[in-house]
Every structure is written in C-alpha cells, then in structure tokens.
C-alpha cells in the first residue's frame, strides 16, 4: 500500500495563525465594542487619488491585465528614483522588484539567498511572518534577543555574534522595529553592517516603518554594505494600504534578478491597481504621511503614558511585559481575560521564543479616541 501524502517537515514547524488559540472567541465578539489593537493596520483611508475608486481605466489603459514581472515601469523609475534619493541606497534600474507587500518582496529574497538546513539570523522581538518565512524556504530562523539589549551596543552586537555558525548565511534587521517600537541608531547598523560583511551574511532589512521614526532618525543600513543588502519598503503601512498588497524589494541588481526568479514563480506580478495606487502616493503622498505621522505619533504617546511604559520611538506599536498579571496562568489566558474587555492583543510568543510574557499593541489600528479607551481599559487590567 502507498503512503498517503503527508505534510512537508518544514511546513509542518511554521507557526500558523498568530491569533488561532483564540481566534473563536475573537469571532464571537459584539464588533461594536472590540478593540483591535492585534492587527498591525490603519484606521485611515489611503489619500484621495490613491484609492481604487479614483482609478479608471480610461486614465490606465489595462489596469486589470498582467504588468511586468518587475513592476510597472512607471513605478519602478519612481522607487528607484525614491531610494536613490530619500534612502541614499546606491541602487541601479536593475535593482528594484515590485513585490505582493513587504511580505512578498523578504519571501522572494529568502527564496533566493538559503539553502535547506543554513540559518538565517532575525533579530527578536521580530516581525512574527519573518520566522514563517524563513522557515518556509526550507531555512533555519535563529532568534537572537537583540532589542533587549540596544541601549548597550557591545552587548547587541556580542548576541548576533553567538548566533553566528558555520550555516549562516543571513541576518535580518527591521528599524522602526515591529513589535518594540525601537529605532536602531546609525551607528549600531554600521556595526551591523560591518559584522555582515566580516561572516559573509546577506543582510534582509525590512523599513516598512520608516516614515515613522518619532525619536531619533531612521537610517537604511543598505548605505553601509550596499553589495550584500536587500531592503523591503511597502506601501501598506508608509501609506495606509494594506489591503492592495504591493511593495517594492531593492538590492544589488544581479542578486535581485536571482529574486525575480522565485517571486515570477509565486505571485508573478503584484496587483497592478495597488502598483498604480503605489505610484500616485510615491509621487503624491507626502501630506498624508505628514498628517498619519503627527496622528499616530500622538496616539502611540497617548496609549503609552496611560499605560506608564516608554513612548514609540517608531512604528505604531507598544511591547509590554504583563509577567506580574499572570499568575498561575500563561499569556493565553491573560488574552482570553483581556477579551471581556473587548480587548485583542498580540501574544508575545509570536515575537519571539523568549518572550511568553509579553503582549503586542498597535495604537493605530482604531482612531485615537478608541486606541485611547482601550489603553485606559488595559491599564485597569494591568494594575
């Protein structure tokens, strides 16, 4: 008798959905009266001109058909044109690939740059699909507790280095970082950079936040070690668009040819709509971003003085450590707890393996008003 097919082995370990403990109970809410704040999104609408309803097809003939494989030509010129200038990237026309999100653009890089069995280094707290990515190029995720430890850059730079063996052949950095709301200061990234290019490491880094960087500036580490970067920039968060699923991945242009190949062979192009969307807030978008800054600067300072932790200095998330709420109980529970609140949080271990006790918040997920409510709701629970 055949075997009857059975799951991959590295599939089988990804985490699946970040919320699947609970999602039912989540499911079971009255809507009125739920606090978001679990998801990573905007209560805002895109800018006028930007939205699929201002785009006709008499203004873009074959809006609804393939574009390249690269990205609509109009955009790319736009991208390349942005990181040349904004990011001081030295990319040349070659090196941009419009990508399905962030997600699609980090996916196409790791399809490309691992073998089964290396490892790539994250830097944790991380963005929770970074790990699945990873993993799902058949790759290692190696979770080194770096933001912890920023403030004291020997010791940031030494936790890398013990991750580092013989397997590695990447480290991911993300600034504005997603969960902590931390900004890596310029000279740590060079530091970073450096110890790349000492152990022969690509370097995945992921600024989709860096329009949003409160306290400090953001700085593309890609400056420092150009040949072994790729950095991946949406317009889902930088813009308010989650939804049309469309970002854009840069890097050495010989390396970059190599990403095509795999994003060719997953998602083809990225939606030629969101692309057009992309393009008009590339060129166009900048009062929008200036009015969402302010917005989500004072709502994260709001939430974070309610709560009595430290306010964002980037990204549109808080990271709280609830360890003294749980008890005998788990992070899980303490979520389940938040729900009679209307509250839905983020659970740490998503984050990273050495942080059960923590729970995610995004103070942009609702107006501020609601984001508000909410915190004064938590900070009750958390007293």
């Not at 739920?34 to 699929?52: I, K, Q």
Request: with cysteine; aromatic share 8%.
């Amino acid at each position: 008798m055949p075997r009857p097919p059975t799951i991959c082995e590295a599939v089988n370990a990804m985490p699946g959905a970040v919320f699947s403990r609970i999602a039912h109970k989540v499911a079971a809410l009255d809507p009125a009266d739920v606090f978001p704040l679990h998801v990573g999104d905007t209560w805002m609408e895109p800018m006028v001109g930007a939205r699929m309803e201002d785009l006709k097809v008499a203004d873009h003939p074959g809006m609804h058909r393939y574009t390249s494989p690269q990205g609509h030509k109009a955009l790319v010129a736009a991208a390349l044109e942005k990181v040349n200038e904004v990011n001081r990237l030295p990319i040349e026309p070659g090196g941009v690939l419009v990508t399905a999100g962030a997600t699609g653009g980090l996916g196409a890089a790791m399809g490309m740059l691992a073998d089964p069995g290396e490892e790539v280094i994250i830097l944790a707290p991380f963005w929770p699909l970074i790990r699945g990515i990873v993993q799902s190029s058949k790759a290692v995720a190696v979770e080194a507790d770096f933001f912890p430890l920023i403030d004291d850059p020997d010791a940031a730079i030494q936790a890398v280095l013990d991750c580092v063996t013989e397997r590695t052949v990447a480290l991911y950095v993300s600034t504005p970082s997603n969960p902590t709301g931390r900004v890596i200061p310029e000279a740590l990234l060079v530091r970073l950079a450096e110890l790349a290019r000492a152990h022969n490491l690509w370097l995945l880094s992921d600024e989709i936040y860096e329009q949003y960087a409160y306290i400090g500036e953001h700085v593309s580490i890609g400056r420092f070690a150009p040949e072994r970067t790729f950095t991946a920039f949406s317009f889902s968060k930088a813009y308010g668009m989650t939804g049309n699923r469309t970002g854009y991945l840069v890097g050495p242009a010989d390396a970059i040819a190599q990403c095509r190949k795999v994003s060719t062979h997953t998602f083809y192009s990225a939606p030629t709509a969101g692309q057009l969307a992309g393009l008009s807030a590339l060129r166009d978008g900048q009062p929008w971003v200036d009015n969402a800054y302010a917005l989500y600067r004072g709502a994260g300072e709001v939430m974070a003085d309610i709560l009595g932790v430290a306010r964002p200095e980037g990204s549109t998330f808080l990271f709280l450590d609830v360890a003294h709420k749980l008890g005998d109980g788990d992070i899980w529970r303490f979520l389940e707890d938040c729900l009679e609140d209307g509250l839905v949080l983020a659970p740490g271990p998503a984050f990273g393996r050495a942080y059960s006790t923590y729970v995610r918040i995004c103070f942009t997920s609702a107006p501020p008003e609601r984001t508000a409510e909410a915190a004064r709701r938590l900070a009750v629970r958390l007293r």
